[in-house]
């Protein structure tokens, strides 16, 4: 399963990791995948968002 949000299409960026000696190596920056129940086209149905978009309010929870 991909590490990606599936209502803003979040997904992991890569860059490097500096040491105090400048050495540079691979990392990647992951967002914050939750799993929710949410209302999608009317139905209640879980998925996988960041928490940016569920604090913005672009995903309405299933009560």
Known sequence: MAQMCEVCGKKPMNGHRVSHAHNLTKRRWLPNLQRVRAVVDGANK???????CIRSG?????S
């Open 46 to 52: 879980r998925i996988r968002v960041c928490v940016s």
């Open 58 to 62: 672009k995903v309405k929870k299933a």
